[in-house]
């Protein structure tokens, strides 16, 4: 079993749970995490969107939208909104 790092453990059971709150969903989604992820523009999850030149404003966007509305499969994310976070891969 493998444990997190001290930030990453604030990440999942403060930022997350708190984006979980704001959404007003009753589970915590990968789109929590996600969100948290972004908004705290640190650690190695950011340097990574970074590095594969993830436009992070945008992919913040499509992030809070899909958490805003329940959803069953990614497949219900708008296209245009996940698509246009990613140039040049």
């Known amino acids: 079993m493998f444990q997190l790092s001290p930030r990453a453990?604030?990440?999942?059971?403060?930022l997350a749970k708190k984006e979980q709150q704001?959404?007003?969903?009753?589970v915590l989604l990968p789109e929590h995490v996600l969100i948290a992820l972004v908004k705290s523009a640190d650690g190695?999850?950011?340097d990574?969107?970074?590095?594969?030149?993830v436009n992070?404003?945008?992919?913040?966007?499509a992030l809070e939208q899909s958490s805003m509305t329940p959803s069953d499969s990614v497949s219900d994310i708008p296209d245009?909104?996940?698509?246009?976070?990613?140039?040049g891969l």
Not at 9 to 14: A, D, E
């Open 44 to 46: 190695l999850g950011y």
């Open 80 to 87: 245009t909104s996940l698509s246009t976070c990613l140039t």
């Open 22 to 26: 704001q959404s007003g969903s009753p």
């Open 9 to 14: 453990k604030h990440l999942v059971t403060v």
């Open 48 to 53: 990574v969107l970074r590095n594969l030149n």
């Open 56 to 61: 992070v404003l945008t992919f913040q966007v």
